[in-house]
């Protein structure tokens, strides 16, 4: 996969400059959860994937490292559609415990949070939803370990892995309107900061 990063970003010493890199990886998930009371689910999950990143190993030098390790997921699913929601909201959160006792090169946790709600603006044709989405790394964080503000994953219009550290923050709201049969138009804003850690978040 191909990618975006400051140098700077990682060590103010280092140019402050985006630089394109891409990313060789591997990866096994295996996952598994049930509805344990009303609209609860509870699971468990184990990740196991490498990276070798493709980047001047003059200026930065990043070998190639194996992250394994067991993690624990909840969700709270109260959506009145889970293809097309209008009304209702949902709960997302996970977290992945890296190891060297599992394999991993590197012992780091990663915690993921996740907010998204549904409001129904006059008739259902029109609906205003918005999401927040919180990512925290804490331990021995890697380079490919970091969160990423993703076009395709966290954030419309970013390219991917221009910003990047061990905390990430995203705040999203999207207008929909369907205003004739199957067609329809969305509007959506949002905002992110990203930092090392969650005390020291910058736009």
Known sequence: MKYQFNP??????????FLNYATATDFAY????RQTWQNLYLGMKFV?????????????????????????TAEWDARDHIMYPTR?????????FYDEAFGAD??????????????VLGDSTRVLAGRVLSESAMGDVPFS?????????????????????????VMEAEYRWNFWGKL????????????????????
Not at 48 to 67: C, F, H, M, T
Not at 184 to 203: P, S
């Open 48 to 72: 196991s994937w490498s990276a070798q990143v493709g980047l001047n190993p003059d200026l930065i030098e990043i070998p190639k490292e194996r992250y394994t390790g067991p993690g624990l």
């Open 88 to 96: 209702g909201f949902q709960l997302n959160g996970g977290c992945v």
């Open 106 to 119: 590197r012992d780091f946790q990663k915690l993921k949070l996740t907010a998204t709600g549904y409001k």
């Open 30 to 33: 295996l996952a598994g959860s």
């Open 8 to 17: 700077a970003s990682l060590n103010p010493g280092l140019p402050d400059v």
């Open 145 to 169: 370990g970091q969160s990423i503000l993703s076009g395709n994953q966290n954030l419309r219009g970013y390219s991917d892995g221009r910003h990047r550290g061990d905390s990430l923050l």
């Open 184 to 203: 329809g138009a969305a509007a959506f804003t949002g905002v992110a900061f990203v930092a090392r850690d969650l005390q020291n978040m910058a736009l």
